[in-house]
């Protein structure tokens, strides 16, 4: 196979997960209702902070998946989720009021993957990324 053919087939993978991360992924504003209920008042520093989490939970999600090694692997994309968005979140996070270390980010990172998951099992169509 050469390096072209290579690429396409990773391109082609990542359009798959793209499809499904934009047809299934949570909306922000309903991330941020079930992980800071009381958090009305600072909900822009917030819904950025999610989002960007979920986003680079979808990214670290479909690069595994393109190299097709998706089981196994939840600490390694935890890292690179964190490497991806700790010191952004973090100071989102603070301009709310919200004071978070790195323990409180990667249980909010695991609440998103959760969520992506729940939301996935729910879905009526079988998704095969």
């Known amino acids: 196979m050469s390096f072209v053919s290579v690429l396409e087939a990773v391109g082609k993978g990542f359009e798959k997960g793209l499809k499904w991360a934009v047809t299934y992924a949570v909306p922000v504003e309903r991330l941020i209702g079930l ?19 979920q986003n680079a939970v979808l990214l670290v999600e479909q690069r595994y998946a393109a190299s097709g090694v998706q089981s196994g692997t939840g ?18 996070l603070a301009k709310g009021g919200i004071q978070a270390d790195t323990s409180f980010i990667e249980s909010v990172v695991s609440a998103v993957v959760a969520v ?14």
Do not use: C, G, W, Y
Request: aromatic letters at 2%; charged letters at 15%.
């Open 116 to 129: 992506l998951n729940v939301q996935r099992i729910q879905s009526p169509v079988a998704v095969k990324v």
């Open 75 to 92: 600490a390694q994309k935890l890292d690179e989720v964190m490497l991806l968005t700790e010191s952004a979140v973090t100071a989102l």
């Open 35 to 53: 992980l800071f209920p009381a958090a009305a008042p600072v909900a822009n520093e917030i819904a950025d902070a999610t989002s960007l989490i």
